[in-house]
């Protein structure tokens, strides 16, 4: 079975700074999907950034972008400029390449970033 | 505008009083999904289906019973409800568009039960 692990439960970095979001997954797979979620504190989930494993080149959108090591079955989520709307709870997740009926997501337990002014 | 609605947005309740947590899409979605959300443990599958009277179990099906009598429709039934089923629990939705394709989930403004 598929897992997702984040060892950070939380996170603090200063406005305009860098911070770096951890997240390693176990799969038998070759071929999937990785995704990052953030969760404001109104609860909505929203899609930050997509990966799919076939794909060497790392993912960007904006000021988010992923280092995905494929070997080491790592995903890290960069957001550089950081700003106070990025305070919120990040879910590193998989997803199987063929989602097939299921199209089940395995979130990880998630990492809570606080933004400093 | 596209959306996944869900009501209510919280709700407490008793042990044993059954209640009905409302999903719906209007994106013509064929793949509807209930995840629940507990602090240290991420999101987890309850229920999924793929179409109108299509249902199956997810990782935690235990305690749910789910219905798809209409596409857009996916609601979330707990006929006696117990305190281990507080939680925040969203619904999604996404096409199936083939079994390799990437296919959005879309996910609802969350529930928050408290079961006491």
């Known amino acids: 079975a598929q897992t997702v692990t984040q060892s950070q439960p939380e996170m603090s970095v200063q406005e305009a700074e860098t911070v770096t979001l951890s997240c390693t997954y176990d799969?038998?797979?070759?071929?999937?999907?990785l995704f990052w979620y953030k969760q404001p504190p109104s609860r909505q989930m929203i899609l930050v950034i997509r990966?799919?494993?076939?794909?060497?080149q790392n993912a960007t959108e904006n000021r988010f972008s992923v280092n995905f090591q494929k070997a080491a079955k790592s995903f890290s989520l960069k957001i550089s400029d950081s700003q106070l709307g990025d305070a919120a709870m990040y879910f590193c997740?998989?997803?199987?390449?063929?989602?097939?009926?299921?199209?089940?997501?395995?979130f990880g337990t998630g990492t809570l970033l606080a933004v400093q002014p | 505008e596209a959306q996944v609605t869900q009501n209510p947005r919280y709700l407490i309740t008793v042990t044993g009083k059954k209640l009905t947590v409302t999903c719906s899409q209007n994106?013509?979605?064929?793949?509807m999904s209930w995840y629940r959300q507990d602090p240290g443990l991420g999101l987890r599958q309850i229920y999924y289906?793929?179409?109108?009277?299509?249902?199956d179990k997810g990782d935690v099906p235990e305690g749910y019973k789910v219905s798809r009598k209409e596409k857009r429709n996916f609601p979330l039934i707990l006929e006696s409800p117990s305190p281990n089923q507080t939680s925040l629990y969203f619904c999604?939705?996404?096409?199936?568009?083939?079994?390799?394709?990437?296919?959005?989930?879309?996910f609802g403004p969350g529930t928050r039960l408290t079961v006491l």
């Open positions: 289906s793929m179409n109108v009277e299509v249902t």
């Open positions: 999604a939705s996404s096409l199936i568009r083939g079994s390799s394709s990437y296919n959005e989930q879309f």
């Open positions: 997740a998989y997803r199987n390449y063929y989602g097939g009926a299921t199209n089940k997501l395995i």
């Open positions: 990966q799919e494993a076939y794909k060497q």
């Open positions: 799969t038998s797979e070759s071929d999937y999907y």
């Open positions: 994106m013509n979605h064929e793949y």
